[in-house]
């Protein structure tokens, strides 16, 4: 149970970060300086979303490992 946690963890991870960049394109520095609040819809607010989620599974994933029983005994 412990390895498989450990890899949905570093799934999770792996698509978030993917999230993450995807999301990014295009918002840089250069792009027109509008401070205008724009409503997320369509895709973009599914990947939002997703995100989001992704965020949390991602959290909960990460304090259930750090339980105590999951600690790795160090032999004496």
């Known amino acids: 149970m412990e390895v498989a946690l450990y890899v949905a963890q ?3 991870c792996g698509l978030l970060i993917a999230l993450v960049v995807v999301q990014s394109k295009g918002s840089g520095m250069s792009s027109g ?11 973009e607010k599914t990947l939002h979303e997703t995100t ?25």
Not at 33 to 43: A, K, N, Q
């Open 52 to 76: 989001v989620a992704l965020a949390v599974i991602f959290l909960l994933i990460a304090l259930i490992t750090s339980l105590p029983f999951f600690a790795v005994a160090i032999p004496k």
């Open 10 to 12: 570093s799934i999770v």
């Open 33 to 43: 300086g509008s401070s205008v609040y724009t409503t997320r819809r369509g895709l």
